[in-house]
Nanobody
């Protein structure tokens, strides 16, 4: 089992940058594929990005491709999401998820076995 805790959310102006972190407990961090998801008010939670166990393969939603970067440090049990060129439509609660399955399957949020509590990101216009 793994516990996930997100941090780094906040308020930023459009065009700005923000970095999120998700720290995990447990000694088997490297055995999980990891992903970031977001949920805007009144909308469903959707996929943002995912990364394979060794960090060698990444996947992105079309809406964030070229602007967001997912990475992980297995030595620090942490996954990151660097968000650049932020837009007001990026405003949402961001969640990290961990999966015992393949990273590519995390495009479907049902693939996540564990979730963090979320962190709010607000982008002002």
């Amino acid at each position: 089992q793994v516990q996930l805790v997100e941090s780094g959310g906040g308020l930023v102006q459009a065009g700005g940058s923000l970095g999120l972190s998700c720290a995990a407990s447990g000694r088997t961090f490297s055995s999980y594929a990891l992903g970031w998801f977001r949920q805007a008010p009144g909308k469903q939670r959707v996929f943002v990005a995912a990364i394979s166990r060794n960090g060698g393969i990444t996947y992105y939603a079309d809406s964030v491709k070229g602007r967001f970067t997912i990475s992980r440090d297995n030595a620090k049990n942490t996954v990151y999401l660097q968000m650049n060129s932020l837009k007001p439509e990026d405003t949402a609660v961001y969640y990290c998820g961990a999966s015992t399955g393949a990273a590519q399957n995390m495009r479907d949020m049902r693939a996540a076995d564990y979730w963090g509590q979320g962190t709010q990101v607000t982008v002002s216009s």
